[in-house]
């Protein structure tokens, strides 16, 4: 079991800056594929960025803006956002696969989930 605890969300102005942050419970971090995906009010959950044990993958809407990272040390996985847009408003949730699987851009991929946070960015 994984428990996944995201934090770092708030109110920027159009064109700042967040970093998210998804604090992983249990053992084989290292071995967890994590992702970040985001639901706009009254849209479905769409994929922002993942990250495996040797490759990252970012949705076109964000690449060059958005970073993933992660520090196995700490068990957490981390969302630079920078150059934010309105359109980047939305609730961001992270998630992990079970040990061993690859990273997807498929929500119905990942077996846990965090409570989300929430990011707002103002024009």
């Known amino acids: 079991q994984v428990q996944l605890v995201e934090s770092g969300g708030g109110l920027v102005q159009a064109g700042g800056s967040l970093r998210l942050s998804c604090a992983a419970s249990g053992r084989a971090f290292s071995t967890l594929a994590m992702a970040w995906f985001r639901q706009a009010s009254g849209k479905e959950r769409e994929f922002v960025a993942a990250?495996?044990?040797?490759?990252?993958d970012y949705a076109d809407s964000v690449k060059g803006r958005f970073t993933i990272s992660r520090d196995n040390a700490k068990n957490t996985v981390y969302l630079q956002m920078n150059s934010l847009k309105p359109e980047d408003t939305a609730a961001y949730y992270c998630a992990s696969r079970r040990p061993g699987l690859s990273s997807s851009r498929r929500s119905d991929a990942y077996h846990y989930w965090g409570q989300g946070t929430q990011v707002t960015v103002s024009s």
């Open positions: 990250i495996s044990w040797s490759s990252t």
